[in-house]
């Protein structure tokens, strides 16, 4: 099952008529075919026939909600993204080091092969497109790498590059844990979080201990 793009409460807010509670539950279910056909893949390939038999509804339906298949993707992405970028501010909110924070981000991103596979599957799924979603994971990255260069604490001299590299290793751990878990254990995605630190500039003694530090609790999906 994909990961659902919003809390199930939001499609019956209160004061809420049943039509337009119908039709939340109608976009929510396009969202959702979306999500798990980019985690399945098949995002650029897929039909609006496909989308509309995956979410259960009438082919016609989908234009009562979305003008193209591009929108539709784009929308379910933002909106996976920013949740998980939510959840993960929350995660940090505690820590002030910008190295900290940012290698927190990695360690709990690199986990979601074992705490949420559905949505690895849909990142991986939408492999470095993910950096042009203006909303979720990657401006977040890029706000803490360009938080580390103006703290001192990162000396890598282009945030945007630094960024691409980034996401290059994550994806690469969660394909690889996804087709190979043998091979990935929770080691490897602290190792990842130490190359990335020393990639960034932190002295490699110091990334080495930032990087097995007792990480917060993650907040349910």
């Given at each position: 099952m994909a990961p659902s793009a919003?809390?199930?409460a939001a499609n019956s807010a209160p004061g809420q008529t049943r039509l337009h509670r119908r039709k939340a539950r109608?976009?929510?279910a396009l969202i959702d075919a979306a999500v798990g056909l980019i985690a399945e893949g098949r995002g650029e390939r897929a039909s609006i026939q496909e989308i509309t038999e995956a979410a259960d509804i009438g082919f016609g339906s989908f234009y009562n909600h979305f003008e193209s298949k591009d929108e539709l993707f784009r929308t379910a992405s933002e909106e996976v993204l920013e949740r998980w970028g939510q959840m993960i501010d929350r995660a940090c909110a505690d820590l002030d080091d910008p190295a900290e924070v940012f290698a927190t981000s990695?360690?709990?991103?690199?986990?979601?092969?074992?705490?949420h596979p559905d949505l690895a599957r849909f990142i991986t799924g939408a492999g470095l497109d993910l950096l042009d979603i203006p909303r979720g994971l990657a401006p977040r990255a890029l706000r803490d790498i360009k938080l580390g260069q103006a703290a001192g604490r990162?000396?890598?001299?282009?945030?945007?590059?630094?960024?691409?590299?980034?996401?290059?290793?994550?994806?690469?751990?969660?394909r690889v844990h996804q087709h190979h878990p043998e091979q990935i254990d929770e080691t490897a995605v602290d190792q990842l979080a130490e190359a990335i630190l020393r990639m960034l500039g932190v002295p490699a003694r110091e990334a080495k201990r930032i990087a097995v530090r007792e990480l917060p609790d993650i907040p349910a999906w």
């Amino acid at each position: 099952m994909a990961p659902s793009a919003q809390p199930a409460a939001a499609n019956s807010a209160p004061g809420q008529t049943r039509l337009h509670r119908r039709k939340a539950r109608t976009r929510q279910a396009l969202i959702d075919a979306a999500v798990g056909l980019i985690a399945e893949g098949r995002g650029e390939r897929a039909s609006i026939q496909e989308i509309t038999e995956a979410a259960d509804i009438g082919f016609g339906s989908f234009y009562n909600h979305f003008e193209s298949k591009d929108e539709l993707f784009r929308t379910a992405s933002e909106e996976v993204l920013e949740r998980w970028g939510q959840m993960i501010d929350r995660a940090c909110a505690d820590l002030d080091d910008p190295a900290e924070v940012f290698a927190t981000s990695i360690r709990i991103s690199g986990r979601l092969g074992w705490t949420h596979p559905d949505l690895a599957r849909f990142i991986t799924g939408a492999g470095l497109d993910l950096l042009d979603i203006p909303r979720g994971l990657a401006p977040r990255a890029l706000r803490d790498i360009k938080l580390g260069q103006a703290a001192g604490r990162f000396t890598v001299p282009h945030a945007d590059i630094a960024l691409g590299a980034v996401a290059g290793g994550l994806l690469g751990l969660l394909r690889v844990h996804q087709h190979h878990p043998e091979q990935i254990d929770e080691t490897a995605v602290d190792q990842l979080a130490e190359a990335i630190l020393r990639m960034l500039g932190v002295p490699a003694r110091e990334a080495k201990r930032i990087a097995v530090r007792e990480l917060p609790d993650i907040p349910a999906w």
